[in-house]
């Protein structure tokens, strides 16, 4: 249905029409909407990176406090010999306090989608922990994987709150998946992002310094190379929205004024203050988050929160 891409363009631009049919796709829905993994082209990585050490991001700073302090019971409840699966290879500070935690943990495996980031990730690991057998594996962690061969007990990472961009039925799925793919007898440990106070969550997600807003923005220079977009950056707005019925944070691009912006050729209509959705942060209290692994299989085996009850660790079983 979409005109073919221009290929004089596409030859002297970093034209993708992988990344262009997903535009057109969520710009021309009712509601505009873009998944949120098209932030993180490599300057939004960079910038993503900014977010993590901002002093209104407190997931980060907060997620690795906690992570110290329970590390040593994480540890008792494991036992020795452990193979970690990491589910997205973005946190080597995050997988070398656990495996430094953990009793004479076996293997590490982080697995991600890009190769780039676990080739990179195991890099890092080879040096610090030379005596790890050290398993990258190239993969969509929605989907049930085939894991490398690694001794018992299996204990499955997902840190960051990264399960707050899925929502409900997402999330439930990719759970099951992971059971799945872990196997009776294994643990996952997860952190969580918790509901809080609005003046908390809001600046989270748009920074005095315009970290955020520039992550955010960045997606529009990334369709411009990517999917012959013709957006002016002057015309749109940065927006976090605590929207408290869904329980997430949500990042918008708002238009300022009327506005057609051309994408792959094709012209998209924009009404003043109309918004483009490009990510939800889901915040999950404690029980909400249960009901949501035992709907996928799991059993709670511990919980814990910092002392503001920003953020929590679910290990499941
Ligand atoms: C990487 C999805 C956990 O939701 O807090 C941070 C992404 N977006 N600031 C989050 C993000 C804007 C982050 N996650």
Redesign the pocket.
Known sequence: MHPKPDLARAATSAFDPVVAQTALDGLTAARKTLPPHLLYDPEGCRL?DA?TTLPE?Y?TRTELALLRRVGPEVAALIGPGASVIEYGAGSVTKAALLLQALESPAAYAPLDIAEVAVEGTVAAMRKRFPAIALHPIVGNFMEPIALPDVPQPLLGFFP???I??LDRPAAIAFLTAVRQSLGQGARFLVGV?LPKDPAILVPA?DDAAGV?AA?NMNLLHRLNREAAAEFDLAGFRHEARWNAAHSRIE?HLCSRGAQSVSVAGQPIRFAAGETIHT?S?YKHARGAFLDMARAAGWESEACWTDDAQLFSMHLLR
Do not use: A, K, L, R
Request: hydrophobic share 30%; no cysteine; aromatic share 24%.
């Open positions: 993503f977010i991001y997931v960051g709150s990264t707050g961009n992002d997600y955020t992550f990042m990510e942060s």
